[in-house]
Antibody
Framework: EVQLVESGGGLVKPGGSLRLSCAAS????????MTWVRQVPGKGLEWVSF????????YYADSVKGRFTISRDNAKKSLYLEMNSLRADDTAVYYC???????????WGQGTLVTVSS | DIEMTQSPSTLSAFVGDRVTITCRAS??????VAWYQHKPGKAPKFLMY???TLESEVPSRFSGSGSGTEFTLTISSLQPDDFATYYC?????????FGQGTKLEIK
């Protein structure tokens, strides 16, 4: 069974930093691209960032470009999202998601809540 | 960016009803559309891709259609487990945008 477990969320002040982690199990992690998707409370889904299986190709949404960094450690079967210069509008539940084929998101974690507030 | 617009935003229906959710793209995207189901506090569930191809183990009462700019998700006979929010997503081009969601409620 595919499992994706996010951690690292919490309360942070505007301008602060946070690092999210995602532990993967139940599949060959190093063979899959991965992505982060977020959901502002009460709102819809927003794609955030993508990384290929080997880490060679990375994409970001314009809203986080230059502030967030996606990375992975295939030996540890883990995905990361380093978030800097956090703003109130980054407040959201962040989901770690496995990518199937051409950018469809076939397995999602339960999410971790990031709250940016003073 | 490609904008995805879903309608309606909220849909009330009875168990056993047939319902259709529409998703319109701001430009032609072929059939590069996926659909997801999301229940509060749970992980979103992937339903289908290429507009109409069901993911394995998704019940056959779910179906999808469309190409170009207009897409539909149909549930042929609503079951209690189907009441949730549904999202379309385009994966024709970066950024990979979602519709705003359609909340399906029990009438």
């Amino acid at each position: 069974e595919v499992q994706l477990v996010e951690s690292g969320g919490g309360l942070v002040k505007p301008g602060g930093s946070l690092r999210l982690s995602c532990a993967a199990s139940g599949f060959t992690f190093e063979s899959y691209s991965m992505t982060w998707v977020r959901q502002v409370p009460g709102k819809g889904l927003e794609w955030v960032s993508f990384i290929t299986s080997g880490g060679g190709t990375i994409y970001y949404a314009d809203s986080v470009k230059g502030r967030f960094t996606i990375s992975r450690d295939n030996a540890k079967k883990s995905l990361y999202l380093e978030m800097n210069s956090l703003r109130a509008d980054d407040t959201a539940v962040y989901y770690c998601v496995r990518v199937k084929g051409l950018m469809v998101f076939d397995n999602w974690g339960q999410g971790t809540l990031v709250t940016v507030s003073s | 960016d490609i904008e995805m617009t879903q309608s309606p935003s909220t849909l009330s229906a009875f168990v056993g009803d047939r319902v259709t959710i529409t998703c319109r793209a701001s430009q032609s995207i072929g059939d590069w559309v996926a659909w997801y189901q999301h229940k509060p506090g749970k992980a979103p569930k992937f339903l289908m891709y290429r507009a109409s191809t069901l993911e394995s183990e998704v019940p056959s009462r779910f179906s999808g259609s469309g190409s170009g700019t207009e897409f539909t998700l149909t549930i042929s006979s609503l079951q209690p487990d189907d009441f949730a929010t549904y999202y379309c997503q385009q994966y024709k081009s970066n950024p990979y945008t979602f519709g705003q969601g359609t909340k399906l409620e029990i009438k």
